[in-house]
């Protein structure tokens, strides 16, 4: 009967990702720098805003949309923050996390046969998400310009079936960020064209030498833009599941009729967390932030003494170092490394096939962890 299943089903694949964690699973001494799933426990009163929302019962269906304190909150910091304007009472969604936010967003926006353009390499979630809405994904090789997806990379892939354009940054896997000039270029791309942009912001909060700054704050963007956001990263809430959309009302409003019969509303418990997080906890990321600058730093110092070529990323928790000098396939590196080093990164081939000839590695883990990691990947190069 396997036949009959959904074509778009059968045809993708598990994450890269994933299938390197499964694989480190099978060696319990290794030293894992693979997930990208911040290591510093939730801060402590968003878990008590949790107990209290239980004693009190408050364990029931919320409106669909979230609640709407909670979407008014999540409206309110945005426009502290990143100057976004939106109101929350009918611009904004609560999701459960940012990849349930990217579903309802892809399957709102696409018809068979619509293209949707990406940066390769980039977070191997998009993909599947745009081929099960009937899409077509359209790869912009950004290894050149240093994984930075500008206009003029965009431009010679724009074409009358193009229906919308992801942007992801800072970057899963480059931890690159685009700088406000650069947007104003997309945007003044863009602003004649009836394409919409998908601004996955979930790092947002993790950038280190400059102000995040979104696409849907240039002229002309804020009506065509979906903004994809959430509080797994920034306020290590990545196990309570909870995401925001913020676009125009009368897109909003359809992307709530998918959420609706997809999944009806978020966990209300994680909501009241969530509105914890958004009014008495507002810069819990900066101490996170901070902790993950100096490793950001001390790991590009390790690689670079490796010599491995690496750009240095401006925001998430991620390395993206070349290995092309090695003369392996990212996977098979990958395997060796584990199997012979019990060390585990992810082969860049899970970003795209734009990610082959690099590998990822994550510095959301303890120092004494990345000391470990790359002191074991250092000698595998040295082996090799």
């Known amino acids: 009967m396997e036949h009959l299943i959904n074509s778009n089903v059968q045809h993708i694949q598990i994450s890269g990702i994933r299938r390197i964690a499964n694989e480190v699973a099978k060696y319990p001494d290794a030293v894992s720098l693979t997930i990208g799933q911040p290591d510093f426990p ?3 009163h968003i878990i008590e805003a949790a107990h209290r929302a239980m004693d009190a019962g408050r ?15 999540a409206a ?9 304007q939106y109101n929350g009472g009918d611009e904004v969604i609560v999701t459960n996390g940012a990849s349930e936010a990217l579903d309802i967003t892809l399957r709102t926006l696409l018809s068979e046969g619509d293209e949707v353009i990406l940066q390769g390499p980039i977070y191997p979630g998009y993909e599947p998400l745009i081929r099960l809405s009937g899409g077509v994904p359209v790869y912009v090789d950004t290894r050149e310009s240093g994984f930075r997806m500008t206009a ?22 480059t931890g690159r960020v685009l700088t406000a000039d650069e947007l104003g270029e997309i945007a003044a791309l863009l602003q004649e064209r009836d394409i919409f942009v998908i601004s996955d912001e979930i790092y947002s909060e993790l950038i280190y030498d400059q102000p995040h700054c979104s696409i849907a704050s240039h002229e002309g963007m804020r009506e065509r833009t979906i903004v994809i956001n959430g509080l797994s990263k920034s306020h290590s809430m ?20 998918v959420h609706q019969y997809n999944v009806t509303c978020a966990s209300s418990v994680s909501q009241y967390a969530a509105l914890e997080a958004l009014t008495n906890g507002t810069d819990d990321a900066v101490p996170m932030r901070e902790t993950y600058r100096k490793r950001r730093d001390y790991m590009y110092d ?6 491995l070529g690496l750009v240095k990323p401006e925001g998430a928790f991620y390395m993206f170092p070349s290995i092309q000098h ?12 584990l199997q012979e080093q019990k060390a585990a990164v992810v082969p860049g081939d899970a970003f795209s096939g734009y ?26 190069i040295g082996r090799l």
């Open 42 to 44: 939730t801060p402590r």
């Open 59 to 73: 364990t029931v269906y919320t409106p669909n949309a979230g609640l709407p304190e909670l979407r008014e909150a």
């Open 76 to 84: 309110a910091f945005v426009l502290e923050r990143y100057g976004l």
């Open 152 to 173: 003029d990379r965009i431009m010679p892939y724009l074409t009358e079936r193009t229906k919308a354009i992801v942007l992801g940054y800072p970057s899963n896997p």
């Open 238 to 257: 990545t196990g309570w599941r909870i995401g925001f959309t913020f676009a125009p009302a009368a897109i909003t409003g359809h992307m709530l009729k």
């Open 302 to 307: 390790r690689l670079n003494g490796m010599g």
């Open 326 to 337: 090695l003369g392996m396939p990212s996977m098979e590196f990958a395997m060796r490394l």
């Open 355 to 380: 990610g082959e000839g690099f590998i990822r590695l994550s510095y959301a883990y303890h120092d004494e962890v990345l000391e470990k990691g790359l002191d074991r990947l250092e000698s595998f």
